[in-house]
């Protein structure tokens, strides 16, 4: 599937992408990587978090020009999607832009929810089921399974230098100076 979504055939089907999996599987870097490859194929690509796109959308008060930049792109990546509490004025923010490019324009999307979890995560189950009937319609759906690259690298590094692994993740930073 990977190199399927490479191909960026879905772009011009306007098709959208969702990476689920638990945190520090690759799915920012692989959203990245996609988003590269269409910009040199001269898409028009728009890189945010789902955090910056609310805060953003809040302040231009959801307005056609604020949505202009969500949606006059071929591909929007939106990634973090699940991370931090949404409440219903966010929720509906984020429906806005997913309705706006219903059809239009693809989205790829990272999180670390399953789209079951999705319906108490956006705070209203009628949104988000509205909000997943649009964005699933059209879909490829790609599920990351496994540990935390990041992780373990950190416990590669302890066991290296003799330490437990188990400790060095657990454990605080110790103070440095004095």
């Excluded at 978090?49 to 071929?74: H, N, P």
């Excluded at 806005?96 to 999307?109: P, Q």
């Excluded at 699933?136 to 066991?159: F, Q, T, W």
């Excluded at 003799?162 to 004095?178: C, N």
Aim: aromatic fraction near 6%; glycine fraction near 10%.
């Amino acid at each position: 599937m990977v190199k399927e979504l490479g191909n960026l055939r879905f772009l011009s089907r306007r098709e959208n992408v969702l990476l689920m999996g638990p945190p520090g599987v690759g799915k920012t870097h692989l959203a990245i990587a996609i988003g590269v490859e269409a910009v040199r194929a001269g898409h028009k690509v728009y890189f945010t978090t789902l955090e910056d796109m609310i805060r953003r959308l809040s302040r231009a008060q959801v307005s056609a020009k604020g949505l202009r930049v969500f949606t006059g792109c071929s591909l929007l990546i939106t990634c973090e999607v699940g991370y931090l509490p949404m409440g219903a004025r966010e929720a509906h923010l984020f429906f806005s832009v997913v309705n706006a490019r219903y059809e239009r324009g693809s989205i790829l999307v990272t999180t670390n929810k399953g789209v079951a979890e999705w319906g108490e995560y956006l705070s209203d189950p009628t949104l988000a089921a509205a909000l997943l009937d649009r964005f699933l319609h059209h879909c490829h759906v790609l599920n990351i399974p496994g540990e935390s690259y990041r992780l373990k690298e950190k416990m590669k590094g302890s066991a290296a230098r003799g330490g437990s692994t188990r400790e060095s993740v657990i454990r605080k930073p110790e103070k440095r100076g004095g």
